[in-house]
Protein backbone atom coordinates (compact mmCIF):
# COMPACT_ATOMS: atom_id res chain seq x y z
CA UNK A 1 0.00 0.00 0.00
CA UNK A 2 1.14 3.34 -0.91
CA UNK A 3 2.31 5.64 1.78
CA UNK A 4 -0.76 8.09 2.49
CA UNK A 5 1.75 11.05 2.17
CA UNK A 6 3.57 9.76 -0.96
CA UNK A 7 0.24 9.84 -2.41
CA UNK A 8 -0.43 13.55 -1.69
CA UNK A 9 2.78 14.03 -3.03
CA UNK A 10 2.30 12.44 -5.87
CA UNK A 11 -1.04 14.14 -6.67
CA UNK A 12 0.12 17.73 -6.55
CA UNK A 13 0.70 19.44 -9.87
CA UNK A 14 4.45 20.32 -11.14
CA UNK A 15 2.63 22.76 -13.87
CA UNK A 16 1.59 25.79 -12.63
CA UNK A 17 -1.60 28.22 -13.56
CA UNK A 18 -1.35 31.33 -13.70
CA UNK A 19 -3.93 31.91 -10.77
CA UNK A 20 -1.70 29.62 -8.91
CA UNK A 21 1.53 31.75 -9.52
CA UNK A 22 -0.40 34.91 -8.60
CA UNK A 23 -1.54 33.63 -5.45
CA UNK A 24 2.34 32.75 -4.89
CA UNK A 25 3.68 35.54 -5.58
CA UNK A 26 1.11 37.28 -3.68
CA UNK A 27 2.08 35.65 -0.73
CA UNK A 28 5.86 36.68 -1.22
CA UNK A 29 5.36 39.91 -1.48
CA UNK A 30 3.03 40.26 1.56
CA UNK A 31 6.31 38.53 3.32
CA UNK A 32 8.61 41.24 2.78
CA UNK A 33 8.46 44.51 4.87
CA UNK A 34 10.80 46.62 2.23
CA UNK A 35 9.02 48.66 -0.64
CA UNK A 36 11.82 48.66 -2.27
CA UNK A 37 12.39 45.10 -2.40
CA UNK A 38 8.42 44.22 -2.55
CA UNK A 39 8.90 46.02 -6.21
CA UNK A 40 11.93 44.49 -7.23
CA UNK A 41 10.33 40.88 -6.42
CA UNK A 42 7.54 41.88 -8.29
CA UNK A 43 9.00 42.81 -10.81
CA UNK A 44 11.23 39.88 -11.25
CA UNK A 45 8.24 37.20 -10.81
CA UNK A 46 6.31 38.68 -13.01
CA UNK A 47 8.98 38.79 -15.71
CA UNK A 48 9.38 35.15 -15.11
CA UNK A 49 5.52 34.23 -14.84
CA UNK A 50 5.49 36.16 -18.47
CA UNK A 51 8.10 33.56 -19.57
CA UNK A 52 7.10 30.87 -18.10
CA UNK A 53 3.75 30.82 -19.64
CA UNK A 54 5.14 32.21 -22.93
CA UNK A 55 6.61 28.41 -23.05
CA UNK A 56 4.72 25.31 -23.75
CA UNK A 57 3.65 24.05 -20.83
CA UNK A 58 6.68 23.69 -18.77
CA UNK A 59 6.79 21.82 -15.27
CA UNK A 60 7.90 24.29 -12.69
CA UNK A 61 11.07 22.36 -11.23
CA UNK A 62 15.38 22.97 -11.63
CA UNK A 63 15.83 21.89 -14.64
CA UNK A 64 13.07 24.70 -16.09
CA UNK A 65 14.60 27.48 -13.32
CA UNK A 66 18.66 26.59 -15.07
CA UNK A 67 17.04 27.43 -18.48
CA UNK A 68 15.09 30.32 -17.32
CA UNK A 69 18.57 31.66 -15.99
CA UNK A 70 20.59 30.66 -19.19
CA UNK A 71 17.21 32.98 -20.65
CA UNK A 72 18.50 35.75 -18.19
CA UNK A 73 22.38 35.49 -19.19
CA UNK A 74 21.37 35.32 -23.18
CA UNK A 75 19.70 39.01 -21.96
CA UNK A 76 22.92 40.52 -21.10
CA UNK A 77 22.00 41.16 -17.58
CA UNK A 78 24.11 42.12 -14.77
CA UNK A 79 25.54 39.10 -12.38
CA UNK A 80 23.51 40.70 -9.53
CA UNK A 81 20.67 41.61 -11.10
CA UNK A 82 19.99 37.36 -12.11
CA UNK A 83 21.29 36.71 -8.75
CA UNK A 84 17.88 39.17 -7.54
CA UNK A 85 16.07 37.36 -10.12
CA UNK A 86 16.64 33.99 -9.33
CA UNK A 87 16.28 34.88 -5.71
CA UNK A 88 12.65 36.00 -6.48
CA UNK A 89 12.14 32.89 -7.83
CA UNK A 90 13.12 30.67 -5.14
CA UNK A 91 10.77 32.46 -2.54
CA UNK A 92 8.17 31.58 -5.37
CA UNK A 93 8.51 28.10 -5.21
CA UNK A 94 8.66 27.91 -1.43
CA UNK A 95 5.41 30.07 -1.59
CA UNK A 96 4.14 27.63 -4.01
CA UNK A 97 5.18 24.29 -2.01
CA UNK A 98 3.79 26.16 1.72
CA UNK A 99 0.05 26.22 -1.11
CA UNK A 100 0.23 22.60 -1.79
CA UNK A 101 0.92 23.45 -5.57
CA UNK A 102 4.45 21.98 -5.73
CA UNK A 103 6.09 19.12 -4.05
CA UNK A 104 8.81 19.63 -1.21
CA UNK A 105 11.06 18.04 -3.52
CA UNK A 106 10.30 19.80 -6.53
CA UNK A 107 10.89 23.06 -4.24
CA UNK A 108 14.27 21.98 -3.25
CA UNK A 109 15.29 21.61 -6.11
CA UNK A 110 14.82 24.92 -7.20
CA UNK A 111 16.47 26.48 -4.07
CA UNK A 112 19.45 24.84 -5.04
CA UNK A 113 19.61 26.77 -8.53
CA UNK A 114 23.27 28.25 -8.15
CA UNK A 115 23.31 31.69 -9.35
CA UNK A 116 25.69 33.31 -11.67
CA UNK A 117 29.44 34.16 -10.20
CA UNK A 118 29.89 37.84 -9.70
CA UNK A 119 33.23 38.76 -11.79
CA UNK A 120 34.28 42.25 -10.07
CA UNK A 121 31.77 44.34 -8.40
CA UNK A 122 29.62 47.28 -10.27
CA UNK A 123 31.09 50.60 -10.49
CA UNK A 124 28.51 53.31 -8.44
CA UNK A 125 28.07 56.28 -9.17
CA UNK A 126 29.16 59.16 -7.33
CA UNK A 127 28.94 62.75 -7.30
CA UNK A 128 31.86 65.38 -6.40
CA UNK A 129 31.38 68.13 -3.68
CA UNK A 130 31.37 70.45 -6.81
CA UNK A 131 28.48 68.58 -8.75
CA UNK A 132 26.57 68.12 -5.98
CA UNK A 133 26.67 71.53 -5.52
CA UNK A 134 25.34 72.26 -8.73
CA UNK A 135 22.65 69.86 -8.25
CA UNK A 136 21.13 71.60 -5.64
CA UNK A 137 21.34 74.70 -7.41
CA UNK A 138 19.64 73.46 -10.24
CA UNK A 139 16.54 73.17 -8.04
CA UNK A 140 14.00 76.25 -9.30
CA UNK A 141 13.53 78.61 -6.16
CA UNK A 142 10.89 80.11 -8.90
CA UNK A 143 7.70 77.62 -8.31
CA UNK A 144 6.28 75.22 -6.31
CA UNK A 145 7.57 72.03 -8.04
CA UNK A 146 10.85 73.33 -7.89
CA UNK A 147 10.73 73.66 -4.22
CA UNK A 148 10.02 70.41 -3.73
CA UNK A 149 12.35 69.12 -5.82
CA UNK A 150 14.85 71.46 -4.08
CA UNK A 151 14.16 69.92 -0.24
CA UNK A 152 14.06 67.18 -1.87
CA UNK A 153 17.25 66.60 -2.94
CA UNK A 154 18.41 68.12 -0.16
CA UNK A 155 17.12 65.16 1.95
CA UNK A 156 18.48 62.32 -0.18
CA UNK A 157 22.21 64.32 -0.53
CA UNK A 158 22.27 65.73 2.78
CA UNK A 159 20.67 62.58 4.97
CA UNK A 160 21.44 59.57 2.63
CA UNK A 161 17.95 58.34 2.37
CA UNK A 162 15.93 56.06 0.54
CA UNK A 163 13.12 57.23 -1.72
CA UNK A 164 10.56 55.26 0.06
CA UNK A 165 11.85 57.26 3.19
CA UNK A 166 11.14 60.34 1.78
CA UNK A 167 7.69 59.38 0.40
CA UNK A 168 6.75 58.18 4.11
CA UNK A 169 8.44 61.19 6.02
CA UNK A 170 5.79 62.86 7.83
CA UNK A 171 6.24 66.24 9.78
CA UNK A 172 5.77 65.05 13.31
CA UNK A 173 9.21 63.11 12.34
CA UNK A 174 11.14 66.29 12.41
CA UNK A 175 12.16 67.19 16.26
CA UNK A 176 14.53 68.88 17.87
CA UNK A 177 17.24 66.89 19.39
CA UNK A 178 20.04 67.91 21.37
CA UNK A 179 19.56 71.34 20.07
CA UNK A 180 19.44 70.38 16.15
CA UNK A 181 16.80 68.76 13.59
CA UNK A 182 16.52 65.52 13.12
CA UNK A 183 14.16 62.76 11.91
CA UNK A 184 13.15 60.24 14.63
CA UNK A 185 11.64 56.67 13.74
CA UNK A 186 12.67 56.39 10.61
CA UNK A 187 11.73 53.23 9.52
CA UNK A 188 13.66 51.67 7.22
CA UNK A 189 15.40 48.46 5.04
CA UNK A 190 14.36 45.60 7.03
CA UNK A 191 12.18 47.80 9.35
CA UNK A 192 15.10 48.82 11.39
CA UNK A 193 14.77 52.07 13.17
CA UNK A 194 17.19 55.08 13.36
CA UNK A 195 17.53 58.95 13.95
CA UNK A 196 18.82 60.43 11.37
CA UNK A 197 20.77 64.47 11.79
CA UNK A 198 18.97 67.03 9.31
CA UNK A 199 22.04 69.21 8.11
CA UNK A 200 20.90 73.25 8.31
CA UNK A 201 21.29 73.62 4.60
CA UNK A 202 18.97 70.67 4.04
CA UNK A 203 16.69 71.99 6.97
CA UNK A 204 17.03 75.18 4.85
CA UNK A 205 15.70 73.81 1.62
CA UNK A 206 13.12 71.56 3.58
CA UNK A 207 11.52 74.62 4.91
CA UNK A 208 11.35 76.91 1.38
CA UNK A 209 8.97 74.31 0.29
CA UNK A 210 6.58 73.80 3.75
CA UNK A 211 6.71 77.62 3.80
CA UNK A 212 5.63 78.17 -0.05
CA UNK A 213 3.61 75.10 0.15
CA UNK A 214 1.70 75.52 3.48
CA UNK A 215 1.97 72.40 4.57
CA UNK A 216 1.37 71.97 8.36
CA UNK A 217 0.79 68.36 9.02
CA UNK A 218 0.74 64.43 7.63
CA UNK A 219 3.43 63.84 4.52
CA UNK A 220 6.18 66.25 3.79
CA UNK A 221 5.83 65.69 0.20
CA UNK A 222 2.46 66.64 -1.48
CA UNK A 223 1.80 66.31 -5.65
CA UNK A 224 1.74 69.20 -7.27
CA UNK A 225 -0.19 70.08 -10.09
CA UNK A 226 -0.17 71.02 -13.60
CA UNK A 227 -1.46 74.78 -12.53
CA UNK A 228 1.30 74.77 -9.94
CA UNK A 229 -1.28 73.81 -7.13
CA UNK A 230 -0.28 71.70 -4.15
CA UNK A 231 -2.47 69.05 -3.42
CA UNK A 232 -3.59 66.92 -0.63
CA UNK A 233 -1.94 63.08 -2.44
CA UNK A 234 1.50 62.27 -1.01
CA UNK A 235 4.42 62.09 -3.36
CA UNK A 236 5.33 58.34 -4.51
CA UNK A 237 8.59 57.09 -5.43
CA UNK A 238 8.24 57.84 -9.22
CA UNK A 239 7.76 61.56 -7.77
CA UNK A 240 10.90 61.20 -6.14
CA UNK A 241 12.66 59.85 -9.07
CA UNK A 242 11.50 62.54 -11.86
CA UNK A 243 12.46 65.47 -9.24
CA UNK A 244 16.17 64.33 -9.02
CA UNK A 245 16.37 63.43 -13.05
CA UNK A 246 15.15 67.33 -13.39
CA UNK A 247 17.30 68.54 -11.35
CA UNK A 248 20.67 66.37 -12.92
CA UNK A 249 19.21 67.89 -16.42
CA UNK A 250 19.20 71.73 -15.14
CA UNK A 251 22.89 70.49 -13.39
CA UNK A 252 24.10 69.01 -16.54
CA UNK A 253 24.70 65.45 -14.73
CA UNK A 254 23.81 62.56 -16.77
CA UNK A 255 22.55 59.06 -15.26
CA UNK A 256 21.75 60.15 -12.06
CA UNK A 257 19.46 58.20 -9.97
CA UNK A 258 17.87 58.92 -6.51
CA UNK A 259 20.54 56.16 -4.90
CA UNK A 260 23.67 57.80 -5.94
CA UNK A 261 23.16 60.47 -4.22
CA UNK A 262 22.61 57.99 -0.86
CA UNK A 263 25.70 57.21 -2.59
CA UNK A 264 27.52 60.21 -2.59
CA UNK A 265 26.24 61.12 0.83
CA UNK A 266 28.45 58.58 2.88
CA UNK A 267 31.34 59.39 0.46
CA UNK A 268 31.42 63.02 1.15
CA UNK A 269 30.50 62.13 4.66
CA UNK A 270 34.02 60.10 4.17
CA UNK A 271 35.75 62.40 2.52
CA UNK A 272 35.62 64.96 5.47
CA UNK A 273 37.22 62.68 7.83
CA UNK A 274 33.36 60.65 8.97
CA UNK A 275 33.74 57.79 11.36
CA UNK A 276 32.70 54.44 9.39
CA UNK A 277 30.67 53.74 12.17
CA UNK A 278 28.53 56.92 12.20
CA UNK A 279 28.52 56.87 8.22
CA UNK A 280 26.36 53.33 9.18
CA UNK A 281 24.14 54.74 11.74
CA UNK A 282 23.37 57.97 9.37
CA UNK A 283 22.36 55.11 6.61
CA UNK A 284 20.86 52.44 8.43
CA UNK A 285 22.99 49.44 7.17
CA UNK A 286 23.68 46.15 9.12
CA UNK A 287 27.17 45.93 8.61
CA UNK A 288 30.26 47.91 8.26
CA UNK A 289 30.45 45.96 5.06
CA UNK A 290 27.47 47.58 3.51
CA UNK A 291 28.73 51.16 4.48
CA UNK A 292 31.75 50.07 2.68
CA UNK A 293 30.31 49.71 -0.69
CA UNK A 294 28.50 52.39 -0.40
CA UNK A 295 31.79 54.89 0.07
CA UNK A 296 33.75 52.71 -2.77
CA UNK A 297 37.20 52.97 -3.24
CA UNK A 298 39.14 55.93 -4.60
CA UNK A 299 42.82 55.42 -4.31
CA UNK A 300 44.35 58.86 -3.27
CA UNK A 301 47.59 59.53 -5.30
CA UNK A 302 48.67 62.61 -4.15
CA UNK A 303 48.19 61.31 -0.26
CA UNK A 304 49.31 57.82 -0.90
CA UNK A 305 49.04 55.49 2.19
CA UNK A 306 52.62 53.63 1.44
CA UNK A 307 53.93 57.55 2.01
CA UNK A 308 53.31 57.35 5.49
CA UNK A 309 56.18 55.60 6.54
CA UNK A 310 59.64 56.53 5.29
CA UNK A 311 62.80 53.46 5.49
CA UNK A 312 66.52 55.14 5.00
CA UNK A 313 68.19 54.20 2.08
CA UNK A 314 72.14 54.53 2.80
CA UNK A 315 73.72 56.71 0.11
CA UNK A 316 75.59 54.75 -3.23
CA UNK A 317 79.56 55.35 -1.81
CA UNK A 318 81.00 53.15 -4.34
Request: contains cysteine; proline residues 3%; hydrophobic residues 40%.
Amino acid sequence: MVPQKQTESAIRPAKLSIPELEQSKAAVLNALASVHSRRSYAFAIDRFIGWYCSEPRLTFNRAVVVRYRSHLEGLSLSSSTINSHLSAIRRLADESAESGWLTPELAIGIRRVQGVKQLGRKIGNWLSRSEAQNLVNAASKTDLRGWRDGAIVGLLLGCGLRRSEVVGLTLEQLQMREGRWVIVDLIGKGRRLRTVPVPSWSKQLLDAWLSHSGVSEGRVFRRVSKAGKRQEFGVTANVVWYAVKRCARQAGIPNLAPHDLRRTCARLCHDCSGELEQIRFLLGHASVQTTERYIGSKQKLQDAVNDSFEISVASDTA
